[in-house]
């Protein structure tokens, strides 16, 4: 999914030197099956991106407040990570936004334009998580 998405991406000259990949997680994984967990795979676009692609849709993460932590590593730590940094959210005296959490993948642009690393590299998950 991720390489058909950056084939697309890069055919149609989105990547540029600024551009971030997100990862958008609407479940917890915690309590959602894995067959039933919704993700939408995102990158950043100039303001005035257009598309007429049914399958694409334009999408604003909203700003505001969130929580992070860096991560590197396999996806069964990124999910460990992940829960014991929500644990730690209800005793630090924040609550959470009714909001999405995401991740921004670190790769480079030079690495979006060759979605094959990026396909690899994402199974080392190096990422800042949000928590909003």
């Known amino acids: 999914m991720v390489v058909n998405f950056l084939l697309w ?4 000259n989105l ?9 958008v997680s609407y479940d917890d994984h915690r309590f959602t099956a894995e067959s039933k967990i919704r993700t939408d795979i995102v990158i950043t676009v100039i303001k005035s991106f257009y598309t007429n692609n049914d399958k694409v849709q334009i ?11 860096d991560h590197s590593g396999n996806y069964e730590d990124h ?11 209800p005793i630090s005296g924040y609550t959470y936004a009714e909001k999405y959490a995401y991740d921004i993948l670190k790769f480079s642009s030079d ?3 060759n ?10 998950n ?3 998580l949000f928590v909003p």
């Open 79 to 89: 999910l460990k990570k992940w829960y014991n940094f929500t644990q730690y959210i």
């Open 111 to 113: 690495e979006l334009l």
């Open 15 to 23: 990547v540029t030197k600024d551009s971030k990949l997100i990862c």
């Open 126 to 128: 190096m990422s800042h």
């Open 59 to 69: 999408m604003n993460i909203p700003g505001g407040l969130c929580a992070t932590v």
């Open 115 to 124: 979605p094959t690393s990026v396909e690899k590299n994402c199974l080392l």
């Open 9 to 12: 991406a890069n055919d149609g």
